[in-house]
């Protein structure tokens, strides 16, 4: 291959890995079932922003404002919670099992009784770096599955890959509310304690899960 082909390659891949970090929350993830007759939920998030935390950073978006998640006051809403544990390098890092470096919890809420927490690790390219003003993940491959849901909640997804780009801004106040809000919720509709982040699990995975 020519150098300047070459050339043209690396500083498309490094276009493509640093991205541009996000100045505002949102971003798009759509779940589809890993089945014969794939079944796909989408969700706009608009809302939220990113903290930094012990050994990962974490990207909080919901669907629906932060107000409204707090009164439940909404007929739907979905609320995703990311953990970035470490950076993936162009042309080195594989899009594979063995390079987990997300862990995704993803909660559906459906109605005032209804909710569903799917959870599973993923592979994302991150756009800027964790500290800066915005901060956003492109979730290139993932696997989540239906870890805990109310008695009525239908379940049309396990297992499912996760797709998508999200981010926001340095926002930790805003980020844990949501994240807070969302364990509430989830609390309330199974009538157990239920805790959202994935904060616990990425402590302990941080340092077994392999770093290239």
Known sequence: MPRSTTAVLLLLVGLLVGGCAPSKPGGRIALTSKTANPV???ADFRYG?????EGSSSIILST???ARLQADDFESAQIVDISYLWKPRAGRT????ESTNLLIRHVVLVGRTEAGVYGGGGF?????TPGDDGFGIDIAGSSLTLIDSTEGFKDLLSPAAARGSVGGPLDATMAVRIR??????????LGRPRWVGPEVESRHLASALPQP
Do not use: F, H, I
């Open 124 to 128: 994302g390219w991150p756009r800027g």
């Open 180 to 189: 807070d809000a969302a364990s509430q919720l989830v609390t309330d509709r």
């Open 40 to 42: 796909r939920l989408d």
């Open 94 to 97: 594989p899009v594979s099992r």
């Open 64 to 66: 629906v404002p932060l």
């Open 49 to 53: 922003g990113y903290v930094v935390e």
